[in-house]
């Protein structure tokens, strides 16, 4: 007997999901006495905890001292530099990522405190999930699919109570109306990108942005301020980290042709997207296919 709409009384189901995000350059290091890294800024987020010894980082001008326990939450563009203070060598572990869940991303771009104590409530809620990834980054089988798999599970892990307890750090937040106003606009961004894929017209992306601000009711400056200092990139990134995800996504099937995705994403030729997505990558379509089809 086929089980229809009508014979199910209750059903609840995960929300569709599409995200992406990167991890670079994680590391634990031990470093001497007259250790410092010099001022610098990247356009990741990064978590830097300290694990024995003090560091002294300062951050967009201001100066905090890390004792053991204690870490930094940085934000893309934070101008930082770091050095051992008090003598003694100091251990430390760092991790730069960058995400583009929108709620996520919104969280992050918003918390307004870098430096959180050993007994901090964010240092409390991913320590463990920290704990697990500085264990596996010493494992030398970390190349390995499983140890991979493990990994991916404590980098979420890792994102679930930043996340949680930055949304109860920022309840009460200013910049609610900004925010509103910056999420209808990456949500209007995100559906010109879905609308491309299945088939719609595909404006170019400075056309997409002004018709959009002009939706919102906002000039191009207002729409670019606004959305930078929400999402910590401009509407214009966004919608390339956009593409570049649905590009991905289309191109892991087998059976779409590089020129049938080309056309879908709106470009009018492949050529054309190909180049577009070597700039993303630093590989071409088909050598990104290649990796999940022989």
């Known amino acids: 007997m086929s089980t229809t709409f009508e014979t199910v009384r209750k059903e609840f189901m995960l929300p569709d999901m599409e995200s992406t995000f990167r991890v670079f350059a994680a590391h634990w290091r031990t470093v001497d006495r007259d250790w410092n890294y010099p001022l610098h800024k990247h356009p990741l987020f990064e978590v830097n905890l300290v694990l024995s010894g003090v560091q002294e980082m300062t951050v967009n001008?201001?100066?905090y001292r890390q004792n053991p326990g204690d870490l930094m939450l940085l934000?893309?563009?934070d101008n930082h530099e770091s050095k051992v203070i008090e003598g003694g060598e100091m251990t430390y572990y760092c991790?730069?990522?960058?995400?583009?869940?929108?709620?996520f991303r919104e969280l992050l771009?918003?918390?307004?405190?870098?430096?959180h104590e050993s007994g901090s409530e964010l240092a409390i809620a991913i320590k463990p999930a920290l704990d697990k990834i500085m264990a596996l980054t010493s494992k030398e089988a970390a190349g390995r699919v499983e140890s991979?798999?493990?990994?991916?599970?404590a980098l979420f892990e890792l994102f679930a109570g930043l996340s949680g307890t930055l949304s109860e750090l920022n309840r009460n937040s200013a910049g609610v109306r900004k925010s509103a106003a910056a999420s209808q606009i990456a949500l209007m961004l995100e559906q010109a990108v879905e609308n491309a894929a299945n088939?719609?017209?595909?404006?170019?992306?400075?056309?997409?942005?002004?018709?959009?601000a002009?939706?919102?009711?906002?000039s191009m400056s207002s729409v670019n301020r606004m959305f930078t200092h929400v999402y910590g990139v401009s509407p214009r990134q966004y919608l390339s980290t956009l593409m570049l995800k649905k590009?991905?996504?289309?191109?892991m099937d087998p059976d779409a042709s590089v020129e049938s995705i080309s056309a879908k994403l709106g470009y009018h030729n492949m050529a054309h997207f190909s180049r577009q997505f070597k700039r993303w990558t630093g590989e071409s379509p088909s050598s990104f296919r290649g990796r999940f089809h022989d």
């Open 247 to 251: 590009a991905k996504l289309l191109l």
């Open 109 to 115: 771009i918003r918390n307004s405190h870098c430096f």
């Open 95 to 103: 991790l730069h990522f960058d995400v583009d869940e929108r709620s």
């Open 61 to 63: 001008g201001l100066a």
């Open 214 to 218: 002009e939706a919102v009711g906002y």
């Open 75 to 77: 934000g893309p563009g």
């Open 199 to 212: 088939g719609g017209e595909k404006d170019s992306e400075l056309d997409t942005i002004r018709s959009i």
């Open 148 to 153: 991979r798999m493990s990994i991916l599970s």
